[in-house]
């Protein structure tokens, strides 16, 4: 029997008079990938902003490693082992690859009220950074300005930081946005070795790189949940077909 | 840039053999002002918080020099630990405030709370009011050094400088300076990799904070005066264009800013009243062609090479 890593319960936001996310159950077992998808418009952001921390919610519980987490700030979540991905990139342009990938290990060696060594010569930091670059694929480019690198690269950057911390869920939203077919297949192949270290809660609009990845489905209608299973059980699930893949999966099935 | 640093080291030596008083005190003014810039630049150039009151760390600092002289306290290991702790103080509660806002909100509030201090201390009629008091005699550290005598006052002073450079050089690098360079570049990415930006950045302008205190303490000692014009808005502004000018975020930038900046207030000064209006030119045209300031244009020339 596996464990719970992520629970959500009852969770809602609204915005004004409308509810981006309504009493939403999800679970996140440890080891798993599991997909949230849906329409846009379907509050699917909006979940991933509260799991992080970034939008209080108005109701609901999130508990996390066995932590109620639902009123912590975003850093302590991320402390304890949450790390977001961002919709549109979000990495550190103005640092070098290697530094980028180097504050995500610092985040979590301690506190950083460190003045006497310098940070970039200290191999607790850089060894794991490398480790993570390494496994990635970005080493050779270690020493670049994060603002070089190709739209595919940043994205890449983006999961070898979730790696080089101790992170345990990834919260990753959209990964493969604004990619190219191959680029995108190399990160299903990336994220899928990546099963075994990292649990992943994965928001992906491309239904091939759903059915690829996840192990569970949750599908996100108007703020609501509407079905949650197994991959052949969604495909299968008459309410999904008709609010949610319709045509699109009739049509390669 | 060490050139500079060299130059400033034997600059007493010089002026004493061709007798030019007027060029060592220019000296001085430029590495006190320099001090202020350096911690300045920590904050803005590093950290990006654009603080527009950095002057009035500088008052405080020439206040806790010349309070205590009003009263007859001349010890200087009593009115530098008063004017660091002030300054610290003083950027701890204000700081508190002004870094839960960004932007041009950030910029607007602490100039507000420059401001605020300022009136405050025009409002002590018991100090001199908005005219400020003179000082009888700079601070005493007996036995060590002695700051009436001009020499050794100087190199006090350049001590200062090199230690000011000597912190922000470590501060950046180490694991401190990746936090606040990081949060400067994307802070809710910060956050989101487990950093409390809001506590780093807060002991960031506190760092600073204390430090101007300091370079205030010195100007104290300088001029053998204060008074709360040395909090006005535009000495924050002339500080923030000589972090413009020499290269924000880089480490000997502002000391070059500052340079650049007195002397050719100095010079421009004596030529016409319009100077200011020479000095915005330069200012936007640093903006517009040479975004690295003094410090960036020399690194591009170098890599040229």
């Known amino acids: 029997m596996s464990i719970a890593l992520l629970e959500v319960r009852a969770l809602s936001k609204s915005f004004g008079g409308i509810r ?21 418009g379907a509050g699917k952001t909006t979940l991933i902003a509260q799991l992080a921390g970034m939008l209080p919610s108005d109701s609901g519980q999130i508990v996390f490693a066995g932590r109620d987490v639902t009123r912590l700030p975003t850093h302590a979540r991320a402390r304890l082992g949450m790390a977001r991905s961002f919709q549109t990139t979000s990495i550190f342009h103005d640092l070098s690859v290697l530094d980028n990938t180097l504050l995500a290990v610092q985040a979590h060696a301690g506190h950083s009220y460190r ?19 390494e496994q990635i694929g970005l080493a050779g480019k270690a020493g670049l300005s994060a603002r070089k690198l190709s739209h595919g690269e940043h994205r890449q950057l983006e999961i070898a930081m979730a790696l080089a911390g101790k992170y345990i869920l990834l919260l990753l939203d959209e990964p493969m946005a604004g990619m190219g077919a191959e680029e995108s297949a190399q990160m299903v192949d990336l994220l899928r070795g990546l099963k075994s270290q990292k649990s992943m809660l ?52 | 840039m060490i050139a500079v640093l060299l130059a400033l080291a034997v600059l007493p030596a010089v002026t004493g053999a061709f007798d030019q008083p007027f060029l060592l005190d220019l000296a001085l003014r430029i590495m006190i002002l320099s001090c202020a810039a350096v911690s300045l630049n920590l904050i803005l150039g590093y950290g990006g918080m654009i603080s527009f009151g950095h002057a009035a760390y500088m008052g405080i600092g020439a206040y806790a020099v010349g309070i205590p002289a009003y009263y007859g306290e001349y010890s200087g290991y009593i009115q530098l630990p008063i004017a660091v702790g002030a300054g610290a103080l003083f950027a701890l509660v204000t700081g508190f405030v002004c870094l839960r806002t960004k932007g041009v909100y950030f910029i607007m509030i602490t100039l507000a709370f420059a401001q605020m201090a300022y009136f405050a201390f025009v409002s002590i009629e018991e100090y001199g009011g908005d005219d400020g008091l003179v000082i009888e005699q700079r601070s005493e550290f007996p036995g060590i050094i002695n700051m009436e005598a001009e020499l050794e006052f100087y190199y006090v002073v350049l001590a200062f400088l090199l230690g000011a450079l000597f912190l922000v050089h470590r501060i950046v690098g180490a694991r401190f300076g990746m936090v606040v360079q990081g949060a400067k570049g994307n802070e809710a990415r910060m956050q989101s990799l487990g950093f409390d930006t809001f506590r780093y950045r807060l002991a960031c302008y506190v760092i600073a904070g204390a430090m101007a205190a300091a370079a205030g303490w010195l100007m104290g000692n300088y001029n053998y005066y204060f008074s709360p014009e040395m909090m006005s808005w535009t000495h924050s502004g002339e500080l923030i264009f000589m972090v413009v000018l020499g290269g924000a975020g880089t480490l000997f930038g502002p000391v070059l800013g500052a340079i650049v900046l007195i002397i050719l207030e100095e010079e421009l000064s004596g030529a016409t009243v319009y100077w200011p209006l020479i000095l915005g030119a330069i200012l936007v045209a640093v903006v517009l062609f040479a975004r690295g300031g003094i410090e960036g244009a020399i690194a591009m020339l170098e890599r040229r090479k």
């Open chain 1, 202 to 253: 994965l928001i992906e609009h491309d239904m091939d790189v759903v059915f690829a990845l996840a192990d569970r489905i949750t599908v996100m209608v108007s703020g609501k949940t509407i079905a949650s299973g197994a991959p052949e059980t969604i495909r299968a699930d008459e309410n999904v077909r008709r609010a949610y893949l319709g045509e699109e999966t009739s049509g390669d099935a």
């Open chain 1, 115 to 133: 003045f006497g060594q310098k940070a970039r010569s200290d191999a607790r930091l850089t060894a794991p950074a490398m480790a993570a670059l």
């Open chain 1, 20 to 40: 981006a996310t309504d009493n939403v159950d999800l679970t996140v077992q440890e080891g798993e990938i599991h997909a949230v998808i849906g329409p846009n």
